[in-house]
């Protein structure tokens, strides 16, 4: 079995992250950024640009981008939802944007307030303003592989989101596992399907612990040679408008199976547990992270 020499792990706390929680104070946004970089991880989604309504933790977004020290050697990203928060990324500096598409129409009426075809109407006018502004962009099609109100999403249904967004012009693809709802045997069936049907397109997964096959997903999708993946530090996240989805995989536990598997992420794990420690103080509860707890094997 071969699998990739190397992983490339986007870290998503800070966003992703922080988002599912009470909001905590800018310094501490801050903070924990700052501390990230400093692991060796080499990709942060460190903010997004949504209307402090909808999603108020994330309402002093530019305020904290223009607090962080950032470091050359750290690709950091935001998320957007529309033109209005591309355009606010774009003059806060940022090259690398996303935007989330959700696959189920339910959950992205729930997210954005408009069907998932008003949203894909959006993209070729989305992407040609990111990229007249210097940057990338990269379509994030969640509820990939489940909705929590409509249940199981068809692999037709992703791939449909998927092709509008490539004939948009996005640059790169990622899929996220909103809910928790896939499995090892889902994970292949969709990204078999996918490199089928657009094989150049790179792509990385995003997956969810909530029902405990977060990181057998992974390993499922290094079988077929995925090599970007999202996490978060001490597990942080979820999402507000999906019912029950707890955090995202743990980057600390992600790291520690990739680096006993041989396949280098560039992380250092024993710095990446104490800015877990961190991440746990400043939301004041308990993390999901097995690792946390535990501490690597060799403890």
Known sequence: MTFPQRVSVREVGPRDGLQNEDPISTAGKVELI???????????????????KAIPQMADADDVWS???RDPR????????NLRGAQRALAAGFTELEVVVSASDTHNRKNINRSTEESLDNLPELAGMVHDGGGTLQLIVSTAWGCPYEGDVPVERVLWAVGRGVAAGVDSLAYGDTTG???PPRVTRLVEATRSAHPDLP??????????TGLANVYAALQLGVDDFDASVGGLGGCPYAPGASGNIATEELVYMLEDMGI???VDLTALLGVAGLAERLVGRKLDSQLLRAGPAMR
């Open 67 to 69: 607090r962080v020290r």
């Open 203 to 212: 792509l990385g997964l995003h997956f969810h612990n909530t029902r405990g």
């Open 74 to 81: 750290v690709r950091y990203s935001a998320l957007v939802p």
């Open 264 to 266: 280098d992420t560039g």
């Open 181 to 183: 709802m896939a499995t």
């Open 34 to 52: 700052d501390a990230l970089t400093r692991t060796g991880v080499r990709r942060i989604e460190a903010v997004s640009f949504v209307h402090p």
